[in-house]
């Protein structure tokens, strides 16, 4: 299985309109979010605004988890969440959604022939074949065995599975992501 490290210092902060947001990981590598030519998006987003609307991404599903703070979602005619740390909500992309509350979030954005998941919790995760695991370092460092290999991951930095194998997190707290063509 090979696996890669996207350290926090190189990515970059970029605005949105209720406050910024980091793309941690993109499929394929030349896809660009503005494009919406993405397979698999995952991100962290800074929540400053009381009260925002979510940006419309019609044809991907979505999942979303605050890390920190509290949000609560409202979907236009399909109902909503009412989300605390590590909390997860998954919801279609075209829906008109409304946030309220403040908190940093993780995020998985997936076209469609896709599935996927978003978790915090420690444990073994096994990577399909075509897929991804990727491991998100949000409180401090953290521990992955892979294939039998300790890895150290620093604060905010990503490790990204590729290929079918089985990883071990060991620490928290981290975010987790899967990912698999359908």
Not at 8 to 35: K, N
Not at 57 to 67: A, D, K, V
Not at 86 to 112: P, Y
Request: with cysteine; net charge negative; proline share 5%.
């Amino acid at each position: 299985m090979a696996y890669h490290i996207i350290a926090a210092a190189a990515r970059t902060v970029s605005a949105w309109a209720g406050g910024t947001t980091e793309q941690l990981f993109i499929w394929p590598p030349e896809a660009e979010y503005p494009r919406r030519d993405f397979a698999l998006r995952v991100s962290t987003a800074t929540v400053a605004l009381a009260e925002s609307d979510f940006t419309a991404l019609p044809g991907f599903t979505r999942w979303i988890m605050p890390l920190s703070g509290a949000m609560s979602l409202t979907h236009a005619g399909h109902g909503g969440a009412a989300l605390g740390p590590m909390d997860v909500h998954r919801f279609e992309g075209g829906w008109k959604t409304h946030s309220a509350g403040q908190c940093i979030d993780f995020n998985l954005m997936l076209a469609a022939g896709w599935g996927g998941a978003i978790s915090a919790k420690a444990g073994v995760y096994r990577c399909e074949v075509g897929g991804f695991v990727g491991v998100y370092a949000f409180g401090g460092p953290a521990e992955v065995v892979v294939e039998g290999a300790r890895v150290r991951l620093e604060n905010r930095d990503v490790l990204v599975l590729h290929g079918p194998g089985t990883t071990v997190i060991e620490a928290t707290p981290v975010a987790v992501f899967a990912a698999w063509p359908l």
